[in-house]
């Protein structure tokens, strides 16, 4: 999709962090954007603040784990704006512990928010996509832990490595078809955000991100310009792909 200007995205996960930036990065380049969160409150909030400085946005509150509410979802904003062209799953959670020691509670929920709520994006707004018949992009947040699993949050890590084998297997599936829709999976690294901090925990400053830190806008940024140029795979940190490399090699016993 080289030219994004007057294009609809629907972006989840986007009251704040990651989900914020990507949409804003939309909005940069004449996209209409639908926001989705689960977090009422904050999803006002960003709504507020968007529509205040005039952007053409809408928002929903969607519980992504929940199909009946992607389907919704897909409904109002078709409803505000008439189709769909752009898709960003990137609603997630974190619960942290020891793998054998975590209540199966706290699997449940991280991954039914980060692979089923995927899921349940790819099942709605695909069809959704092929069916208007004109260029669509799915993007699906991953995660550095994608390929190089984090010691303390085995759900996390197992929700993200699901998002990559869909991403890759939904690629491949619509290449096939010969459908106009590209895929990219996202792989951040360090990104300041509310990810894995208790309810109710104010927003980390990203004005100044840490060292080793890229801020949710400017992975927005890199996250637009990955659909423009049809980009599968996307590290925000390339710094860290040496990381990756390396336990690549270990897997294949080099």
């Known amino acids: 999709m080289r030219d994004l200007s007057g294009k609809v995205a629907v972006v989840t996960g986007a009251a704040g962090g990651i989900g914020l930036g990507v949409a804003e990065a939309f909005l940069d380049r004449g996209m209409k954007v639908m926001l989705a969160d689960a977090d009422e409150a904050r999803l006002s909030q960003a709504e507020r603040l968007l529509v205040a400085d005039g952007a053409p946005v809408a928002a929903a509150v969607t519980d992504v784990a929940d199909p009946d509410q ?147 806008r400017e992975v927005g940024e890199r996250v637009a310009r990955a659909v423009r140029r049809d980009q599968l795979y996307l590290f925000t940190h390339p710094e860290r792909l040496d990381e990756v490399r390396a336990r690549f090699a270990r897997i294949a016993g080099d």
């Not at 078709?78 to 769909?84: L, N, Q």
């Not at 790819?122 to 799915?138: D, I, K």
């Not at 490595?161 to 491949?172: D, F, M, Q, R």
């Open 70 to 216: 992607v389907d919704a979802l897909a409904s109002a904003a078709v409803a505000r704006f008439g189709t769909v062209h752009v898709v960003c799953n990137n609603a997630g959670i974190l619960r942290a512990g020891r793998t054998w020691e975590l209540p199966l509670e706290d699997w449940r929920a991280v991954l039914a928010v980060n692979l089923y709520g995927v899921i349940n994006g790819v099942r709605t707004f695909v069809p959704l996509l092929l069916a208007s018949g004109h260029e669509g992009h799915v993007v699906n947040v991953a995660s550095m832990a994608a390929v190089v699993p984090v010691a303390g949050i085995a759900p996390y890590n197992v929700s993200k490595h699901g998002v990559l084998a869909l991403s890759e297997t939904l690629h491949g599936e619509l290449a096939g078809a010969g459908a106009p829709i590209g895929v990219t999976v996202v792989m951040p690294g360090r990104v300041p955000t509310r990810l894995g901090r208790p309810a109710g925990a104010p927003e980390p400053d990203v004005a100044v991100p840490a060292a080793g830190e890229l801020a949710p």
